[in-house]
């Protein structure tokens, strides 16, 4: 083992994650340091492996879950493998470790491990550091949590490794635990690319303009980040917002000639793409001199030189575009799209020869090339060679299958008529070409000569000098890949898209008699750049310097994510090359409370938490927030246990489920009069199952439905506001993706606005235009629905499990959603009917935990109303922050309801992920065979008229109409611990996924503290531990302020005034408030998001909404309530 002095012990002992983008340990200027670092990984590794030999002979029981996290593959395992998996195959490890009393040399080995995977990170090893670092992690698993530079390690090298999902989990726990971590303007930035990438534009917005916040250090400017919102803007089709952004970037002083050359190229390649920027003629104008002003400002980039021979082949200037594409290629950036483009070209001039080497050319650079293999199959099948166009267009079918399963955005089921039948002529062409193989005679050696050489022999002939030439430098080029076990395809890069510039026209089958070569390859143009959804972008950006374009193919996205975030950064390593350790530790890590950690222990702050108990009383709670150091800012508040781990979705139960236990029956009750009703036993029954349905209430309390109806609503109020959202006709149990032809979980809807006179309108032409053909009034399999819930599972699970495949439907349907009645001068009379409800199922009422909010929160604790045609869908979710739901239909018709219990959530989150949908800001109707697989039950059943539909804490649901209905919903919060604890957990996973929570829980928790007695042990103690941290956190905070210097004004809050929310983060604020002095527009900040604009609270102004004495009364007189009389439990 090498020795190594003091001083560069320590040195290195400074060195983690937090210094990955500032310190080039690559640059000469740091190569004493590079070695140092690198004499450290030897000792390191020497260290653990002798570690090791005591360890493996303690551990030979887990033998197989070692190797397997010691796999060379580790980030193809875990891309492949969900997070229950993994937590599998972690706990026999963890289990056997943790019944040992840990020694200091354990320390001190897991700690070596953590210290070994920043190193590789530092040195760009990422396969190493994930390696290290999931070795780490085994022993970590109970409080991995504490170790900040850990979880910011970890998820750079997933990131680096294209492993985006669990990129993305990293990083999202990281900001949750450390809001002011040192690098999280890194984070923000990184998750703003990945969830761009992923679909999930509008919150990656919401990251990357929270990356434009931060003041720390950064390797990215200011502009490279608005030019990143830009794009944004553009893969979402706001091509005027994009434009915008664009433009203003043009006219900054300080712009750097490289982002201006990538500026002038998006401008450029959206001008040849976008119709509505002009006229076609201005708009080529416009593009061509974009596109030479981006080579002007960067004459190295092919990027450019290959799109500006897209634009003059656009205009059929073929000359010039060979010229763009021959200098593109001359710059050693030409690439299979290069190629491929450089063939149509050939193969548009009639010469099929040179055409064939350059699609060779093309599919030897990028095996995967979709457009390639399709036009070199049209290119071949023009020539009669019919085995050798089957070929390619299986290769191009293979490839778009692949990618269709992986990483889909949301985007994608927005698909144009013209895509869709362009992806099916493709099938349409095999199947054509093995009906004529299948009759074809055997080749033989008097056979016709063929015109050109067959696909074997051209991939192994010998091609012209230059491209070949060409060829291997580009290969030579190419960023190292990892490995090919795992290739990740999917959406488009963070650089340009948009569509071709020929006019979409449907891609027209190629006749037996023989098509013009002219026409096929016209069409084959548009074939290629839109059988997949997902690449229409990809194949049209092609704007980025590291990023090979594809006008007709496709390119791992991940590289391109990560290849824009190495690109944006490159300025900033030639500019910070000799970065001094000192500098970055001073200026960046003074910042985050992680500072302290440098052995990652983590046990100072988990000493420190233990010190406060809910037993405490508020006297003995501000003594302790006293003792906690100032210095920094508090850190991360969770209502949640004390040492709690981020919340994050549960496994599902083990329990195997048989079939009938796969389709259980729904939990019903028939109400025979109004005593029934009011009966304890109807609650005890809706709070003991997932979901309910209560027969008869209608008719048990004489409620008036009518109030209710279309008729009714128009007469009282028929320019009220109605949501529409417009949808696919399909039938309840299924959900098709119509360009394939199966079933997928993504739905389509699309949102609008009418009003209530306009919505009845549509209903009743829609019911009268039903009447014109009685076949088309219900769908298949609603007349075997029976009044007898036990058998709404079988009858219904029967249809769907034996249904034939069904012929896919493409009309179209308006939905009226979230119509609301919480005004009580409009709505009185439908209101008050709603009084006749028993107490527990009321909107408003002393039992219901929404009623204590103090102010109104639209649709949860005020009635909505649904008005539906057949087949109009509510998708697939749980209610905001897990409170039950009441549901009343009123008819005339059905609907049908799906169900599953609250416990097999996680599993659906898991589903969800993997049809590459978010749970949260997604819409999704499961796949039922999909749920059925992974071991999840489904309740289905039927609401009729008058029936109540109680939907208990968590539930998951999704619902359609039968027939013409309206419907109206709320939501309730009983009383019980089940019940808000399921609602802290989610409020708490709701941050850590960035999604604002309605229902402001740290609000409604004083507000319950001051209004209600609790007897119920559980749920005394889940309310006293949330207003232990919160008030902890609020005394902590005030100190915090106190101590830079700045005032906190008393502001107070008005009657019935709605809870505080960041402008920034959306995250609730209470008590303690941050808002800008010389802003016109006050906007509430959290602590974190002002430091973020000031570090030093410069100029911002600190308002308190409660004396802290109130709050310490509140606290104090917040006891639990002994009682012999009933108690709500749960």
């Known amino acids: 083992m090498g020795q190594i002095s003091f001083e560069d012990d320590c040195l290195v002992r400074e060195l983690d994650s937090r210094y990955y983008g500032f310190l080039d340990l690559s640059s000469p200027k740091n190569a004493d340091l590079r070695t140092l670092v690198q004499q450290t990984i030897t000792n390191l590794q020497n260290y653990i492996a002798n570690g090791k030999v005591q360890e493996t002979q303690s551990t030979c029981d887990n033998k197989n879950a070692i190797q397997k996290y010691e796999s060379s593959n580790v980030a193809g395992e875990h891309m492949e493998n969900n997070s229950s998996q993994n937590n599998e195959d972690i706990k026999p490890f963890v289990k056997e470790t943790n019944d040992k009393d840990e020694k200091t040399h354990d320390e001190q080995y897991v700690n070596a491990l953590c210290k070994l995977g920043h190193l590789h990170l530092l040195l760009g090893e990422y396969s190493e550091a994930l390696s290290a670092y999931q070795k780490y992690l085994r022993f970590r698993e109970s409080n991995y949590w504490t170790n900040h530079a850990f979880i910011y390690g970890i998820g750079v090298a997933y990131f680096k490794l294209r492993c985006f999902k669990w990129a993305i989990k990293s990083f999202q726990e990281l900001l949750y635990l450390s809001p002011n971590f040192a690098c999280a303007n890194e984070v923000h ?380 950064s490159n300025d900033i390593y030639k500019q910070s090359e000799t970065i001094k350790l000192e500098r970055l530790s001073h200026d960046a890590l003074s910042n985050s409370e992680d500072s302290r950690h440098n052995d990652y222990n983590g046990g100072g702050a988990s000493e420190l938490s233990t010190t406060f108990k809910i037993q405490m009383d508020s006297k003995q709670l501000m003594a302790a927030v006293k003792l906690l150091p100032i210095d920094e800012p508090p850190v991360h508040c969770t209502v949640l246990q004390v040492n709690a781990p981020p919340p994050s979705p549960p496994d599902c139960p083990p329990q195997k489920l048989t079939r009938d236990q796969l389709l259980p029956p729904t939990p019903s009750v028939h109400l025979e009069n109004k005593k029934n009703a009011f009966s304890p036993q109807l609650q005890e029954f809706c709070l003991k199952h997932p979901i309910a349905v209560v027969r008869g209430l209608a008719g048990a309390l004489k409620l008036d439905l009518g109030l209710f109806s279309t008729k009714t609503l128009v007469e009282a109020n028929p320019d009220h506001s109605v949501e529409v959202r417009t949808q696919v006709h399909q039938s309840p149990d299924e959900n098709w993706d119509t360009s394939q032809g199966k079933r997928v979980w993504a739905c389509i809807s699309h949102r609008s606005h009418t009003t209530i006179a306009k919505y009845a309108q549509y209903q009743a032409s829609s019911f009268q235009d039903s009447l014109k053909d009685e076949s088309d009034k219900v769908f298949p399999g609603s007349q075997v629905m029976s009044d007898s819930d036990s058998k709404d599972s079988v009858s219904n699970s029967n249809i769907n499990l034996k249904r034939k495949k069904h012929k896919i439907n493409s009309k179209m349907l308006r939905f009226g959603t979230n119509v609301d009645l919480s005004d009580e001068k409009k709505w009185k009379p439908q209101l008050t009917e709603l009084q006749k409800l028993p107490a527990f199922a009321r909107v408003i009422s002393a039992a219901n935990m929404l009623s204590h909010v103090g102010h109104v929160i639209l649709g949860m604790n005020t009635v909505q109303l649904y008005m539906k045609v057949p087949g109009s869908r509510t998708p697939g979710h749980q209610e905001n922050n897990n409170f039950c739901s009441i549901n009343i239909n009123i008819g005339p018709g059905d609907c049908e309801w799906f169900a599953v219990p609250d416990a097999y959530w996680g599993g659906v989150h898991n589903l969800c992920e993997k049809n590459n949908i978010s749970y949260l800001h997604g819409s999704w109707w499961p796949v039922l065979e999909d749920l059925y697989k992974e071991n999840i039950p489904v309740y289905r059943f039927i609401q009729k008229p008058g029936d109540l539909v109680w939907v208990n804490a968590g539930c998951v649901h999704w619902v359609q109409s039968v027939g013409w209905c309206n419907n109206i919903a709320w939501n309730v919060g009983p009383l019980t611990a089940r019940q808000y604890s399921l609602a802290i957990e989610r409020y708490e996973w709701n941050k850590v996924q960035a999604f604002k929570s309605i229902v402001p829980m740290v609000h409604l928790s004083w507000n319950l503290a001051r209004n209600i007695k609790v007897s119920d042990t559980k749920l005394f103690e889940l309310i006293k531990m949330c207003l232990l941290q919160t008030l902890k956190n609020v005394l902590h905070i005030q100190e915090y302020v106190k101590s830079k210097g700045v005032e906190i004004r008393f502001n107070g809050r008005g009657k019935n005034e709605a809870s505080r929310y960041c402008g920034q983060c959306e995250v609730e604020v209470f008590n303690v408030l941050f808002i800008k002095e010389q802003e016109k527009r006050h906007v509430v900040h959290c602590l974190s998001c002002a430091l973020k604009l000031s570090p030093s609270l410069q100029g911002i102004v600190c308002l308190e909404e409660y004396h802290l004495s109130e709050l310490q009364r509140v606290y104090d007189s917040f006891t639990l309530h002994r009682t012999q009389g009933l108690a709500y439990t749960q």
């Open 189 to 568: 930035l990184r998750l703003g690319l990945m969830l761009k990438h992923c679909g999930e534009f509008q919150i990656a917005l919401k990251h990357l303009q929270l990356a434009l916040l931060y003041t720390y250090p950064s390797t990215f400017s200011e502009l490279q980040v608005k030019f990143q919102i830009a794009h944004l803007y553009e893969v979402q089709n706001k091509h005027k917002a994009a434009k915008d952004g664009y433009e203003f970037l043009l006219n900054e002083k300080n712009i750097s000639l490289e982002l201006k050359a990538d500026v002038y190229r998006q401008l450029g390649w959206m001008y040849h793409c976008v119709e509505c920027l002009g006229e076609k003629k201005e708009r080529e104008a416009n593009a061509l001199n974009f596109l030479q002003k981006s080579i002007e400002a960067d004459p190295k980039s092919g990027q450019s030189l290959y799109l500006l021979g897209r634009c003059y082949a656009g205009i059929n200037k073929v000359h010039d575009a060979f010229l763009a594409y021959r200098n593109s290629v001359e710059k050693s950036e030409g690439n299979a799209d290069t190629w491929c483009s450089i063939g149509v070209l050939y193969q548009q001039q009639n010469q099929p020869t040179d055409a064939l080497q350059a699609y060779i050319c093309a599919v030897q650079l990028d095996k995967d090339h979709k457009a390639a293999w399709t036009n070199l199959g049209i290119l071949y099948e023009s020539c009669g060679q019919l085995r050798d166009a089957y070929a390619c267009y299986l290769n191009a079918t293979k490839q778009i299958s692949f990618q269709s399963s992986l990483f889909r955005r949301k985007q994608a089921i927005r698909m144009k008529k013209d895509t869709i039948g362009l992806s099916k002529g493709l099938s349409q062409r095999i199947s054509f070409l093995e009906g004529q193989l299948s009759q074809a005679p055997l080749p033989s050696i008097t056979s016709k000569r063929r015109q050109l050489c067959s696909i074997e022999e051209a991939w192994n002939l010998p091609i012209s000098l230059e491209m070949n030439s060409r060829q291997q430098q580009t290969a030579q080029m190419l960023p190292r890949q990892i490995s090919k076990q795992s290739p990740i395809q999917g959406p488009p890069p963070p650089y340009p898209h948009s569509q071709l510039s020929q006019s979409p026209i449907p891609a027209k089958r190629i006749k037996e008699d023989g098509s013009s070569q002219q026409e096929i390859i016209q069409n084959n143009v548009q074939l290629s750049s839109q059988l997949h959804p997902n690449l229409i972008n990809i194949s049209d950006s092609l704007n980025q310097r590291n990023f090979n374009a594809m006008p007709e193919g496709n390119k791992t996205s991940e590289q391109s994510v990560v290849d824009t975030f190495d690109d944006i």
